[in-house]
């Protein structure tokens, strides 16, 4: 299988099942969107727009790549190989929030439910499961997560604590990271989170006006102004490393390249904006026909990428971040987001759920920190829904790239793990379409 | 070559006997939270 596609002039084949990725000029562009390599006759209808040596040459050319397993390489079949063993967790340890961000999907931090922190007993709970279900992996990575986790720091530091009284026993690494909303970072937590979280997540959606509307305090006041500076000190305490200013962007800011610039001019550098998951109900909701303007805004944002690249003031895009060599194996791409596998989310009350997007759907809840999680089909089922089985996914050219899409996102649209969200891939698709060119400015 | 290049040389399907130790991140866990790509992971092995 090749996808062909140019972008920003330049033009790319990418064949699926090697993963080499080439880019080509525009007559090897031709040959194969005329089907001109496998059916040389129509060769002839490019000797009238190219030089014929130059044709013949650039067949010979693909000839050797085809030898070579580089260009229309023959499909290997995989089994997944990677088990499905814990190593991932999400612990809410806020079900309460100091923001009413309009498209939350935790429900203004709640998650539908009552307002509840985590006890510390509950999260040491958590953390030992995780320990004793965590078989074969070393790493172990755990977000603490809510509502918003700062509103319960005091069980944030114990648990931090904890976990490492317990991993060398275990023979454990706790890579602890924070996703916070910022509103209550002070000196004292900037401190503790920048010596003790790997990572942190700080969410901004970018210009003020698209901030404040979205993501406004309790009292309806605009919480631009107040973050930036506690970001900037994150930061710059932080070295400029190790975090994300991470941002939402929906159908109000359909123009989000601007919100990316804005979050640049504002000196950060690792940036992540994701488009809204919501129900196409909620006007700020991405549908279906917005999917053309989003793309066209990746290609704007992809050219600033490159623009600031070469002007030696470059940053990082989450999503247009790509390692064709060096990046996951195939077993890992085969295996997607692990959500129910490797990956859970455990709420105040010790429930566990596949992942965080399944919080407060109560038919999804799949054990307890006291009894653990019970066999059960919803995690069966998400794992064997991989770019394997899933027919959508199994004719993607991006299926190595993507790894299959979000199972929540999924289940949400189309009522299966079995068929991905549309409007999530094909935005998909751009990005890493992007992604790839901007690895030819490399 | 003279019209085209490429961008990586690693087959996907290439030395895949030793792969898949399930060290990596967890996708969704690293930054994005509403999506998944696999493709901007790191390989821990």
Not at chain 1, 53 to 60: G, K, N, R, S, T
Not at chain 1, 186 to 215: A, T
Not at chain 2, 19 to 29: H, L, M, P, Y
Request: hydrophobic content about 30%.
């Amino acid at each position: 299988m090749i996808h062909q596609f140019k972008l920003l002039d330049k033009n790319y084949l990418v064949d699926v099942n090697s993963g080499i990725v080439h880019e080509v000029d525009d007559i090897a562009y031709s040959i194969i969107e005329l089907n001109a390599y496998k059916d040389r006759k129509k060769l002839k209808e490019l000797y009238n727009k190219f030089d014929k040596d130059e044709v013949d040459e650039c067949v010979l050319e693909l000839e050797k790549l085809e030898k070579n397993n580089m260009l229309y390489s023959k499909y290997k079949e995989v089994v997944p190989k990677i088990k499905p063993t814990l190593k991932s967790m999400c612990l809410n340890v806020a079900h309460d929030c100091n923001l009413i961000c309009e498209y939350c999907f935790a429900s203004k931090g709640d998650f539908g439910g009552n307002t509840e922190l985590m006890s510390l007993e509950t999260g040491k709970k958590a953390l030992d499961y995780l320990v004793r279900n965590s078989h074969g992996r070393k790493n172990l990575e755990v977000d603490f997560f809510g509502g918003e986790p700062l509103m319960n720091f005091q069980v944030v530091k114990e648990l931090v604590d904890y976990g490492r009284s317990i991993e060398k026993k275990h023979n454990k690494n706790f890579r602890f990271t924070i996703t916070t909303n910022g509103m209550l970072l002070n000196e004292e937590n900037i401190k503790y989170i920048n010596e003790n979280m790997q990572n942190v997540v700080l969410s901004l959606d970018g210009r003020k006006k698209i901030n404040d509307k979205m993501r406004p305090d309790k009292s309806g006041k605009g919480t631009y102004d107040r973050l930036i500076p506690k970001f900037k000190r994150i930061v710059e305490y932080r070295k400029h490393e190790n975090y994300f200013i991470r941002g939402t962007f929906t159908r109000e800011n359909l123009d989000f390249s601007e919100d990316v610039k804005n979050i640049k001019n504002l000196g950060f550098d690792i940036i992540s904006l994701e488009p809204v998951v919501t129900d196409e109900k909620n006007s700020y909701s991405i549908n279906k026909e917005d999917i053309d303007k989003v793309k066209n805004e990746y290609e704007k944002l992809c050219s600033y990428y490159i623009e600031k690249k070469k002007e030696n003031d470059g940053f990082s895009f989450f999503h247009f971040e790509i390692d064709l060599d060096g990046g996951p194996c195939i077993y890992k791409k085969i295996s997607g987001c692990g959500a129910g596998n490797e990956y859970v989310a455990v709420t105040p009350s010790g429930d566990i759920y596949p992942c965080h997007q399944f919080v407060g759907k109560e038919e999804f809840i799949i054990g307890n920190v006291d009894e653990g999680v019970k066999e059960n089909s919803i995690s069966n089922e998400m794992y064997n829904a991989n770019i394997t089985s899933k027919e959508k996914c199994k004719n993607c050219w991006a299926k190595y790239f993507c790894g299959g899409g979000c199972h929540a996102n999924a289940y949400n649209f189309n009522g299966t793990f079995l068929e991905p969200y549309e409007v999530g891939c094909e935005l998909e698709k751009k990005r890493i379409e992007c992604a790839i060119r901007i690895k030819s400015e490399d | 070559m003279k019209h085209i290049k490429q961008l990586n040389n690693k087959n996907l399907m290439d030395n895949i006997k030793n792969k898949g130790c399930g060290e990596c991140q967890t996708s969704c866990q690293s930054a994005c939270k509403t999506s998944c790509t696999v493709g901007n992971q790191k390989c821990e092995n």
